[in-house]
């Protein structure tokens, strides 16, 4: 279980949204309500895009709760766009290497949930994974897997469709080492331009999901925040849970959905389908 | 707010009371239930007798459920008598020296509670340690603090009215400086043969520590462990929180109370009674 | 032992000066070749001023050599006015409380050297500082305490004519313990807009400490960066040692000397003379 | 890089070969003086067999000098059977999972050296290792998946024979691949009864490493120390670098060779020949 939290539209400081909101990300790694787990204390990570080339990612072991680090580029990091992810580990040791979000080039990759039996899937999914990127594997979770499949399946080219063929090619995997429930997520993904965010479970509830409803709601946020007065249209949030001190503004991803954010404050939903097609995996190896 | 255990006793693996009990340390690190915080993931510390000279001390800044050498150690170290302390920090930074047991030669200390008003106190106490000491202070918490004045009060002599002498000047400094309800306490001492505890707070109710019952209750504790129908009535535990799977055979140590525990299974109350006599204290620089 | 590095310039990103460069502070981590070790593996930290109120600080346990988060902050982070220092720890934990540069409000110090007998002087030293400033003093490290004493002898006044103060009255205190060669140092100071440096020891060959000549030189640091040729006369650096790749330009500050940079490339000299005026420190409480 | 030394004899707390010795492992940590680098500062740890079932292991990411937890468990930990190794990263990360040693069942394994070309080769050597131990594979080293592979080719029946299989299925896919010098190692197994050591190298010389010549030689070690003056027959040190007080009694494992230690201080040497045999590789899926 883990909750995590994007951003997109004007340049914030990243504390407004991570510190200074109630029921934020970081209260959320201590008191999450609608997640398995109340804690979500086994590291965390942020990605953001803004100075210097591609995205930076930070990550730590340490509870995001207590991380002074954390604070301090909180509070002096401004970006338009940035991903924030809190994590309980589920088997996996707690590493830097295991934290999200996950990075190749100028994408950043999140994850809520988990892959069933992936001890026992974890061999097949990672002899899918493109040769070519099986090195770049470090650490050893799920998701770390999940993102390198989804790149060989296509995420640079169309991020929501190689999820749906990533997720089609787990669940057929499953399903023939006899795993049942193979997949439990909310995605977030992002290029630095566009972001895109999944909820999708195999069987039963997926992870809770939210995207703001509209500027207005977000200037509501912060009434008296001189900041957030000025927002614009553009300004976008996907969380896995909604900041409380804003209730009402925030509407629920539906089941089986993909959403995708552009600049501009565009919010567009389309169904999310995962299929597996064997020809169009030319790089399996079995 | 913090939680700690201890056991004075035949020789057990410490993983029988950390990690094969019902709601033992570890799991109060994550879920405590008689605490002001459910979690206790600020980092942790243990501090046994056994092999080599004097006590072993294992702090780590990882929460105790996280931390794979912890059950490493649980899992291949045998000790009569040992003290283990989960911690939420209260303001004081995330970082071993912060965390319990304290040790100076064979005297270990720990803390669930706190000093009030700490940054307004913490130059007067630390002024009333004795200069000797003073340099032993690594850290940051009030608790460090407290056992040093505790040692310089006499807590090798007689570690209850150390403490007394001890919580009585931290009330009286308090007063002066306009800090009211002072001291927020349960305490654990032990010299490697004795067991103390302490209960007690200036105002309000103090936090919770219980005293197992008796060695039949111990007994019930593992029915199908072989190790624990063995024991024998020289076993005691002292604890923040019940262990779960034992209901009804932990007795609660009444407020404004000190145990002493020694070996043989005794078990001694006594009222704790803080006062500060300014001629007992000659150390004292102001 | 440690070693540190300060920039005010133009803005940069902070990995031109921590990896893009040959011998810089990173592999001084690793190889320093004029300090008392060459191993500087205890933590580091770095402090910059740039986006957000007041100057931001990074501190790591890690050392610099193979913190993965050093390399992100540096390549995504620009800043006109910065300082990073690599620690060898003398005796104090590795702990971040630890890691400099310590901070109050817009000010950062560094400080490479040590306190001699600060075991013995260490009681005497934190009593002289401000009681209001004492509570802010969380690690257990004589440059901390140096730093709060210079805060208590004005050090927000007047930083250089601070530190004189501050060392005699070290000086002082240890001479009246039966301390010899009290002070060993290099210090570097900043309030965002000003950077001054100190070199200076009470007896013997400080540490090592040199600045930048000029632009020219800084110029020719970077020959194929065009960052770098774009250099203007406001850029200066300091350094514990010189950056291998550009020999000859580094000017040796003179032991016992103060400099002072300001914005525009302005290097200003001075002779370094600790004095011990008893009036002067009304808030010493012995 | 890296350096480590290994224990077969009577009971010994770990410390009086870790710090109470002239150049030991700590100290080899810091200022290694015949491997490729002098520091070896990318984490540690330590596997010991004696109480509790099957072998501790204790690993952490501070640099061996700094960790005060090292100290501890040394100073109060009686083995007569561990292994400590001391770790250089060369491109993997710095996490726990990457520190040495990598244990499975009574199965303790340490390395110094390197796979050539492991980015090409890693999932040629993780495809190799049998299917039903992949999913034990938590962090990214070459040496992590060495031991999976001499697992898979019978480590647990005949420790040197199964490593000649593995080195010779690694230089035969190193081949394949074009990478030259494959393997640089060597390697320190135990079973909690048996010590084996192995020095090789594909080309070039390999790694240093020795063994005490006899235990007059560890009697010499410590003189004036009662517990060394008691040794017997039995022990046995295997260490990268001689301990510096004991010039003269370490005799160089040769190149391209295996030792065996048993208890009662035996020790055989015999050539290590490394061959593949494509019919001795079932689980081979390529």
Not at 27 to 45: C, I, K, V, W, Y
Not at 54 to 59: I, K, L, M, T
Request: glycine residues 8%; hydrophobic residues 40%; aromatic residues 10%.
């Amino acid at each position: 279980m883990c909750r995590w939290m994007a951003w997109l539209g004007q340049p914030v400081l990243i504390e407004e949204l991570l510190f200074n909101t109630q029921h934020g990300i970081v209260d959320q790694s201590l008191h999450a309500r609608m997640g398995a787990e109340p804690t979500n204390g086994d590291g965390f990570g942020m990605g953001w895009y803004g100075t210097g080339a591609g995205p930076a990612v930070y990550r730590s072991i340490s509870p995001a709760w207590a991380d002074p680090n954390l604070r301090e580029l909180a509070a002096h990091v401004e970006s338009p766009l940035f991903l924030t992810h809190v994590r309980a580990a589920i088997g996996s040791p707690v590493q830097e290497t295991n934290c999200h979000p996950f990075r190749r080039g100028p994408w950043l990759f999140v994850h809520n949930g988990y892959i069933a039996g992936f001890d026992v899937l974890r061999r097949d999914l990672m002899l899918a994974v493109d040769p070519g990127l099986f090195a770049e594997i470090h650490g050893s979770t799920d998701t770390e897997v999940v993102f390198h499949l989804a790149l060989t399946f296509g995420l640079e080219d169309d991020p929501i469709s190689a999820l749906e063929r990533t997720v089609g090619f787990i669940e057929s995997a499953a399903e023939q080492r006899g795993v049942a429930a193979a997949v439990q997520a909310s995605f977030g993904v992002s290029d630095g331009t566009t972001l895109w965010a999944v909820r999708y479970a195999t069987e039963g509830r997926p992870r809770s999901l939210f995207a703001s409803a509209d500027v207005d709601a977000v200037r509501r946020l912060h009434p008296d925040n001189p900041r957030f007065q000025r927002l614009s249209e553009d300004d976008r949030l996907i969380v896995s849970e909604p900041f409380s001190d804003l209730p009402g503004v925030w509407q629920e991803i539906p089941e089986a959905t993909a959403v995708t954010v552009r600049r501009g404050g565009v919010l567009e939903e389309r169904p999310f389908r995962p299929r597996y097609e064997q020809s169009s995996c030319p790089k399996l190896s079995r």
